[in-house]
């Protein structure tokens, strides 16, 4: 008698990777890439643990979001970036990585590592030779800071490099800055909805200005949403909400066309996996909107 064979054990190595089949990068329309970057300022917390805890929750999910089925489309999970060595070094390694998938013509999904990754996943579409496109960022802090404690490759200035690189910002949520930011928000034309606005209005849609580019690349900072949805090392009370960002990020497809995204400065809680689901759902949850959008 034939011994029955064990039930395959989910990998963490890819998302949805213990339901989905594997598909060759090029028939993948969402390309997933791991950066465990964490600077100075993280370097006591579990931030670069961050991409490994949240493939291995998205083993968890359902392949229907509740209005489609996003991975349908393909989804390839890269292997992680090498993050050691200079930082510099470091950010033109993950640009790489990202210039190479949009070179493909497919959907660059960042899993941070904290905030700095932003500028490198930005950087690698510039690299690329994406032109006339804006970053929205969803955050606590508006992270515009020239140098932090005199170093330009900060999370506190990762949205000021990327200004530097004459992209559009617009902010949602923000409701820490300095004095110095609020100033260069005005230099460099940002343009802003605050959480004071945003949550004591219950806002779920916004109208973005006519002059911000069509092409969109979203930075999604966890600390953007209120400590009650994700508990983070920069916490801010006052926060936007799960259902609230959801909202917003659709009213924002059906604007402009979503070329890319990130998830950056998630920080595992060792022994609770609660929000390490909830982000591997809210990722999941976003590919739906784009897929309903775009494809």
Sequence with gaps: ????????????????????????????????????????????????????????????????????????HGIHTHAAVDCKGPMEKVLQRISAEVSNIIKLDKFPVGLGGDG???????????????EDFGVIQIDAQADLKDTDNGEQWSEACVMKRIVDEDVPLFQLGVRSLSK??????????????????????????IELPGEFPEKVFLCIDVDGFDPSVFPSATAVPGGLGWWQVLAIIESIAQQTDIIGMDLTEFNPSIGNSFHDNAAAMMLYRIMGIVERARL
């Design 116 to 130: 700095l990754v932003s500028y490198a996943m930005v950087k690698g579409l510039l690299d690329a030779g994406m």
């Design 180 to 205: 110095e930011e609020t100033d260069a928000r005005r230099v460099n034309s940002v343009k802003f909805y605050d959480a004071d606005w945003l949550v004591s209005r219950n806002v779920h849609k």
């Design 1 to 72: 008698m034939s011994t029955p064979k064990s039930k395959a054990q989910p990998s963490a190595a890819a998302f949805l990777g213990g339901v989905l089949k594997p598909v060759k990068p090029a028939d993948a329309f969402f390309h997933v890439l791991p950066v465990p970057l964490v600077g100075e300022r993280f370097k006591q917390s579990a931030m670069a643990s961050a991409p490994e805890a949240i493939l291995h929750a998205s083993q968890q999910l359902e392949t229907w979001d509740g209005r489609s089925n996003p991975s349908r």
